[in-house]
Structures are given as structure tokens and as C-alpha cells.
């Protein structure tokens, strides 16, 4: 989905739940390398996500990331 929308004018708050584990972490790491500049944070911070009050978490903490940067829209995107 990155791949489709990315703009480096655009800020992106990136969170990948389900990586418990480091090997997890570092594939999700590598499948965006290409997205690593200042307007691109990746988080691994929760575990699961799907169907429970973290996904609020993980807008919460967008919001809180996104505070003091200049923007118009703030759009949340959620892939399964």
C-alpha cells in the first residue's frame, strides 16, 4: 500500500503489530527500506492489534507523533 501512496511532501506513521519477535521486527524493517527519511516513522509497539482497543492506541500515538508537524489531513490507513 506504501508503495501506491507515498509522497516524501506526506508524513507516515508506520505500525507493525504482530512482530513479538526481533526476526520479525528486522523483516518488517526490511521490506521498507526504501521508506526510512524524516517524514516516515515505523513502530513495532503492540503485538496485537486486530479487533481490540489497540488500534485506537495506534491512532492515539499517530496524533501524539504527528502534534507538531505541519499538515492538512490526518488519514488512518489500516492493511490486514
Known amino acids: 500500500m506504501l ?7 506526506d508524513f507516515f ?3 507493525i503489530t504482530e512482530a513479538d519477535s526481533q526476526r520479525k521486527r528486522d523483516i518488517g524493517r526490511k521490506e521498507l527500506t526504501d521508506y526510512t527519511a524524516e517524514n516516515v516513522s ?6 496485537n ?9 495506534i491512532v492515539l ?11 492538512d489531513y490526518f488519514i488512518n490507513l489500516s492493511g490486514q
Open 61 to 71: 500515538d499517530a496524533m501524539i507523533e504527528f502534534a507538531h508537524k505541519n499538515y
Open 42 to 47: 515505523i513502530n513495532f509497539k503492540y503485538k
Open 13 to 15: 506513521y508506520i505500525n
Open 49 to 57: 492489534a486486530y479487533v481490540t482497543f489497540n488500534l485506537v492506541n
Open 3 to 9: 508503495k501506491r501512496i507515498y509522497s516524501s511532501s
